[in-house]
T-cell receptor, first 111, second 111 residues
Framework: DAGVIQSPRHEVTEMGQEVTLRCKPISGHNSLFWYRQTMMRGLELLIYFNNNVPIDDSGMPEDRFSAKMPNASFSTLKIQPSEPRDSAVYFC?????????FGSGTRLTVV | KNEVEQSPQNLTAQEGEFITINCSYSVGISALHWLQQHPGGGIVSLFMLSSGKKKHGRLIATINIQEKHSSLHITASHPRDSAVYICAVRVVGSSGDKLTFGTGTRLAVRP
């Protein structure tokens, strides 16, 4: 298995633009998580899905953030409109009841 | 006060030394995870613990539920162990799989 695959690895965008981050979890893992990591706040859970259904989105900062999981093999995290304070590394992870497998992350810079 | 506290924040060791990283938490938990984040940014799940002790190679993780404390030990440390080690707990009563993270311990092992 190729692990959890995230794209893009790096994204630089201008303030106000829409940003879409993508994640392909490990096949057979029924839980998918989106995390954000910043120097100031460390790792924070944004949202997680169980069997493609959003379970807890209390970590989503505001309405500019949205996440979808249309099927078991794909999820997106969208920021519209983006702001400089959204600059961070965004990690996707999946889990099958045991430990977590993390993707390599997407480093987002909003200028 | 953070629900998950790690110590030390930074640690420098000589190759071959025995290393201990501590994690204390203030809430009831159902599981505790140790994660490793390498300088390149990737995150690897090392252990998931709910009681006792686990060992994988030179890494040993222990947890004392009564004292709300876990330790990660590295025996015969090596420069390739240089990374940030993050403790995360699954809080009892939180929705499903939500993890609360410590701020991490930055380890540098000198040759």
């Amino acid at each position: 298995d190729a692990g959890v695959i995230q794209s893009p690895r790096h994204e630089v965008t201008e303030m106000g633009q829409e940003v879409t981050l993508r994640c392909k979890p490990i096949s057979g893992h029924n839980s998918l998580f989106w995390y954000r990591q910043t120097m100031m706040r460390g790792l924070e859970l944004l949202i997680y899905f169980n069997n493609n259904v959003p379970i807890d989105d209390s970590g989503m900062p505001e309405d500019r953030f949205s996440a979808k999981m249309p099927n078991a093999s794909f999820s997106t995290l969208k920021i519209q409109p983006s702001e400089p304070r959204d600059s961070a590394v965004y990690f996707c992870a999946s889990r099958d009841g045991g430990g977590y497998t993390f993707g390599s992350g997407t480093r987002l810079t909003v200028v | 006060k953070n629900e998950v506290e790690q110590s030390p924040q930074n640690l420098t060791a000589q190759e071959g030394e025995f290393i201990t990283i501590n994690c204390s938490y203030s809430v009831g938990i159902s599981a505790l995870h140790w994660l490793q984040q390498h300088p390149g940014g990737g995150i690897v799940s090392l252990f998931m613990l709910s009681s006792g002790k686990k060992k994988h190679g030179r890494l040993i993780a222990t947890i004392n539920i009564q004292e709300k404390h876990s330790s990660l030990h590295i025996t015969a440390s090596h420069p390739r162990d240089s990374a940030v080690y993050i403790c995360a707990v699954r809080v009892v009563g939180s929705s499903g799989d939500k993890l609360t993270f410590g701020t991490g311990t930055r380890l540098a092992v000198r040759p």
